[in-house]
């Protein structure tokens, strides 16, 4: 594609064309229609000066018959300027005027009409070129006929100064409108060009570049920016995705090796096909416990990456509450703990009901874990659901050690464990799991002092 | 039973060949979409363990485009995208059980059983009163007897019960469990289920010298008579 191609093919220039021609029709029927006006009004006024000379030749006439006539038409016919007179006989023999010819019949013919003529000059010459007026003839009383007229050469030249203008106006307007077309397409291509560019070097890898916004605030800055933001979204998406991969890499490295390393003292340290057997058990339960670590990561990664959105439903919390504390009910009597639960009926949530059943089982799992003071018996947990303010809370709350104050943000993290918690089984990711979900009903979790204790709040919007 | 199972990743389906023959199945394999149709439309298979991502044809259009064909054999699909509108998807494309990646093989195996059981015994399973040995569910008046003496559950207790019993010399995992009893599809990371099964356990099997309700360790549980096999 050549330059000139690709300049004739691109919006800008058709569209400088397209106005263009309405352009050029629009001065034609201008113009057109001024000159037609102009004419009319010269004719109109060509006809009424003539009315009005006939009148007045007329009256001189009547008053003082065919000599007062023919005196008041050599007058006039003297004057210079355009007006045209003939006075004749019934047979159209000449009397007095300034026209020699006439198309034969004209004088016979009252009325006003258009035709050709020649006159006679001062000097008595005879007009050679035959000239156009537009003539009125008059019966006079006696048979005598009386024509005045105009020249109408005048109009015809103005005519043609208004043909000229015409021609004039249409190359000026063609070549006015190519220029603008070529200058104004030229313009938008090379931004258009610009942004092609741009976007082809982002394409091929500098994910830092944005397009240049020419400050005009016009559609292609519009666009620009509009391109520039989705940019921007995809680039922090595409970190935020860089930073989950990293993590998940590197937080599955410690228990790979620590599998890896069973697995090799297992080989090496084994004695009897029993001895082999218990370890490679131990080898397919950790890699368990890795799958499981995987799974939480990946379900964390997925909240937090806002992937779950599309599968959110309207549900009722208090029912997923009441599920989750009955399903635990039995493994807290087990451990001797009482699991006191009050729950308002109908708390309307737009969500995941199996997500928000899996925080409360991970909550209800760590109170159970962790709700006991250390050495000190079992103590009573608490579930609460109810409405406040436009939002649920759903409460747990132990009777344990709770967690300090400056830990409380620590442990939301991925794979922070409390010192106090080492010596259980866990991965530290409860918690974390617990906030993603909050963060994709648009809720937050909060840690608080259940004095003694921890209190843990998970807070959610009403479903209007 | 004959299993089919369509998976594209060679590794993954030789060891579930593998496992499965070893525990007494035949089990062919389709490495992609469309192998896999047209095994699965000529073969008699009882059930179709279908991976959700494969080349040619994916696993979900695979599953529709057989139910359009009125072959309704029963279909586990296997996926690693274990969200849960994934779940949904499979199940609305006409899949009857959902496993997402990674997962023990012990699961898929009683999920497979399961699953052709419940096709194989299909008009009568539905019966309206489950019977094991002396124990007897009535599934509309919500009666358990055993040995002619009624038996007092929770709603929660009957319906676990009820469960283990309609799946009955079968292994019934925990995850399984917490599907079908509290419609729930998360890992049971702890012993919740567990807590559950013995509560049910005391009320069924204590003062009767036959136990029914049987743990199949590093698997599940099994509601059968005598104690043959893996015991706990």
Not at chain 1, 80 to 106: C, D, K, M, Q
Not at chain 1, 121 to 126: C, F, L, M, P, T
Not at chain 1, 164 to 191: D, E, H, P, Q, T
Not at chain 1, 430 to 452: M, Q, Y
């Amino acid at each position: 594609m050549n330059a000139l191609g690709k300049l004739v093919r691109t919006t800008a220039f058709k569209l400088s064309f397209a106005y263009l021609i309405i352009f050029t029709v629009f001065a034609f029927v201008t113009l057109g229609y001024v000159a037609w006006s102009a004419q009319k009004l010269l004719t109109d006024q060509f006809v009424s000066t003539i009315q009005a000379e006939i009148g007045g030749l007329a009256e001189q006439y009547r008053i003082g018959g065919l000599r007062r006539l023919v005196n008041s038409v050599e007058r006039r016919s003297r004057r210079p300027g355009a007006s045209l007179y003939l006075v004749t006989t019934s047979n159209g023999e000449r009397i007095a005027g300034n026209v020699v010819a006439l198309p034969p019949g004209v004088i016979d013919r009252p009325g006003q009409f258009e035709t050709f003529y020649s006159r006679t000059e001062e000097s008595g010459e005879n007009d050679v070129e035959p000239s156009h007026a537009i003539v009125r003839v008059y019966l006079l009383p006696g048979g005598f006929r009386l024509m005045v007229g105009r020249d109408i050469e005048e109009r015809k030249r103005l005519r043609d100064i208004i043909h000229r203008a015409f021609g004039y106006s249409l190359l000026f307007i063609g070549v006015l409108g190519c220029v603008g077309a070529w200058f104004i397409a030229r313009r938008v291509l090379k931004r258009v060009e610009d942004m092609t560019e741009t976007t082809r070097h982002i394409m091929a890898g500098d994910l830092g570049g944005r397009l240049k916004i020419a400050g005009t605030g016009d559609e292609l800055d519009r666009l620009a920016q509009n391109l520039n933001d989705m940019l921007e979204r995809i680039g922090e998406l595409m970190h935020g995705m860089r930073e989950v991969s990293d993590n998940i890499a590197h937080d599955l490295k410690t228990p790979l090796t620590r599998l890896r390393n069973k697995a090799d003292e297992a080989l090496r340290t084994a004695k009897s096909p029993d001895e082999l057997k218990a370890a490679l058990e131990a080898t397919i339960e950790e890699s368990d416990n890795l799958i499981r670590i995987f799974n939480a990561l990946l379900m964390i990664a997925r909240l937090e990456a806002g992937n779950a959105r599309e599968g959110l439903a309207d549900f009722d919390a208090a029912e997923a509450v009441r599920d989750v504390a009955e399903l635990y009910e039995a493994l807290a009597e087990e451990a001797g703990v009482a699991l006191e639960v009050a729950v308002e009926g109908d708390l309307p949530v737009h969500g995941s009901r199996e997500l928000l059943g899996q925080a409360m089982a991970n909550l209800l799992d760590n109170a159970l874990k962790y709700g006991a003071a250390p050495g000190g018996p079992a103590q009573a947990i608490s579930v609460e659901a109810r409405r406040r303010d436009g939002e649920v809370l759903v409460v747990v709350a132990d009777r344990g050690p709770g967690i300090p104050e400056a830990e409380r943000n620590r442990v939301l993290e991925r794979f922070v464990r409390l010192e106090t918690a080492r010596s259980r089984p866990g991965f530290g990711l409860g918690l974390s799991l617990v906030a993603a979900v909050a963060r994709l009903h648009g809720g937050a979790l909060r840690l608080e002092d259940n004095r003694p204790g921890l209190r843990v709040v998970l807070a959610l919007p009403l479903k209007a | 039973m004959r299993i089919l199972i369509i998976e594209d990743d060679r590794e993954a389906a030789s060891y579930l060949v593998k496992a499965f023959r070893e525990a007494g199945y035949v089990a062919d394999h389709a490495a992609d979409g469309l192998d896999g149709y047209a095994m699965a439309e000529a073969g008699d298979y009882d059930v179709l363990v279908v991976d959700r991502m494969l080349p040619k044809l994916d696993g979900l259009s695979l599953i529709r485009s057989l139910r359009e064909q009125k072959i309704e054999t029963p279909v586990l699909i296997l996926s690693a995208l274990g969200q849960v509108d994934d779940r949904v998807k499979g199940l609305r494309a006409g899949g009857d059980d959902y496993l997402p990646k990674p997962y023990a093989f012990s699961e898929l195996l009683a999920r497979v059983e399961v699953l052709s059981r419940r096709r194989a015994a299909m008009p009568a399973a539905e019966s309206t009163v489950y019977r094991i040995a002396d124990l007897e569910l009535d599934r509309l008046s919500h009666r358990v007897t055993r040995s002619g003496q009624e038996i007092l559950l929770q709603p929660r207790e009957f319906r676990l019960l009820e469960y283990l019993m309609r799946n009955a010399n079968q292994v019934v995992t925990r995850t399984m469990l917490l599907e079908h009893v509290w419609d729930y599809h998360f890992d049971p990371q702890t012993n919740v289920i567990d807590v559950h099964v013995s509560r049910l356990r005391a009320k069924i099997d204590k003062g009767f010298d036959k136990p029914l309700i049987h743990t199949i360790r590093g698997a599940g549980y099994m509601v059968r008579v005598g104690a043959e096999g893996a015991e706990e």
